[in-house]
């Protein structure tokens, strides 16, 4: 039986994203429909395209669809991360859909190897993406990144960031002499920042920057949200109340200056022994109860393997991704759920943008 385009796109109305809870004709990800007798192709831009619910998506079409009449269904899910839907064209960092600082209240909770993983797995799921070390006084990727002594390369006057690991990636430690004590003042720092970020880099188109941070709540949050909207802000605390007390702050900084929370992470959660045994040497689950306690959402938990000192250590962040499969998932199911805020931040309607005098 042929099918009318009216029938297709009422049976495409009652397909909800999972994540998103609309349907996909409202959130107008369905860019193509071909009709062919009893015959139907349909091309979905995921809102998402990290999610791993797409399969999900998929399965609801073709059903939806074949419930409708259709004999043959042809599904097609395509799609780049998108930028903010309402919000206008940015001056800055146009080429760059969307800006993700990554902060923590305090020191040594983990938050650059965060970072970097974050990028590795948007980088592993198809996106473009760029990571900057923002954290002035002590940076640490040129060891993560195992680019410690390398030296970028500058066309035009500006430097072209490092391109490791499938990534794009700019760090102060290659600008400064090694292991050399950064001791700068507030304004050296802002300026330091934002040269680094915007006047003197070349980023090329990328789906998502990831902005690594000092720890704390000083200048440099600060600059960054005067600067640019940011899509928003992941807070990295482990479990234990000592450092979840400093994550509360952090939290509370980035909502004074107006920038969105897409969620809390919870780093060394637990230690994973040799015999796969689990040690809550934190207490885990803190992170978790803090999250719902502000009414933010919980991205994860990544416990302790000596696999990621070991790979960090290495400046191999990939490897993380390519053995233990327990830790391939932890970091995975953060990925995913933090490309899934950012979809749900993108759907909603502008801010109004925050004027720091």
């Excluded at 139907?40 to 831009?45: F, I, L, N, S």
């Excluded at 993700?100 to 198809?126: E, P, Q």
């Excluded at 803090?290 to 960090?312: C, I």
Aim: proline share 7%; hydrophobic share 45%; with cysteine.
């Amino acid at each position: 039986m042929a099918l009318l385009r009216e029938q297709v796109m009422a049976a495409l109305r009652t397909v909800q994203d999972p994540e998103l809870f609309k349907d996909i004709v409202s959130l107008n990800i369905v860019k193509d429909v071909r009709l062919d007798g009893d015959e139907v192709y349909v091309k979905v831009e995921l809102a998402n395209p990290t999610s791993p619910l797409k399969d999900t998506i998929k399965r609801d079409v073709e059903t939806a669809l074949r419930r409708a009449g259709a004999g043959q269904v042809s599904v097609e899910l395509a799609g780049g991360a998108r930028g903010p839907a309402a919000a206008p064209r940015r001056e800055v960092l146009p080429q760059v859909k969307n800006i993700i600082a990554v902060g923590a209240g305090k020191g040594g909770v983990g938050k650059s190897t965060l970072a970097l993983n974050l990028a590795i797995g948007l980088r592993r799921k198809g996106a473009a993406v760029g990571l900057m070390d923002g954290d002035i006084y002590g940076p640490s990727m040129p060891t993560l990144l195992g680019i410690k002594g390398a030296a970028p390369a500058l066309r035009g006057g500006k430097i072209l960031p490092f391109h490791v690991h499938g990534i794009y990636a700019v760090t102060i430690g290659a600008l400064v002499e090694q292991d050399k004590p950064l001791i700068w003042r507030g304004p050296m720092a802002h300026g330091a920042f934002k040269q680094l970020l915007l006047d003197n880099t070349e980023w090329p188109e990328l789906d998502y920057l990831i902005v690594d941070l000092p720890p704390g709540t000083g200048d440099v949050p600060l600059t960054l949200c005067q600067l640019l909207p940011l899509t928003g802000a992941v807070v990295v605390a482990t479990p234990q109340q000592v450092a979840l007390d400093d994550a509360v702050r952090a939290v509370k900084m980035f909502q004074q200056l107006g920038a969105p929370i897409l969620g809390m992470v919870e780093n060394m959660s637990y230690f994973v022994g040799a015999d796969g045994s689990e040690h809550d040497i934190f207490g885990r689950g803190g992170t978790e109860r803090a999250a719902q306690g502000l009414g933010l959402a919980y991205l994860g938990a990544l416990p302790m393997f000596t696999e990621v000192r070991v790979n960090s250590d290495a400046g191999r962040p990939e490897k993380n991704f390519e053995g233990d499969p327990k830790l391939r998932t932890a970091l995975e199911s953060i990925v995913a759920n933090l490309a899934g805020e950012v979809s749900k931040r993108n759907m909603q309607p502008a801010a109004p943008s925050l004027t720091i005098q």
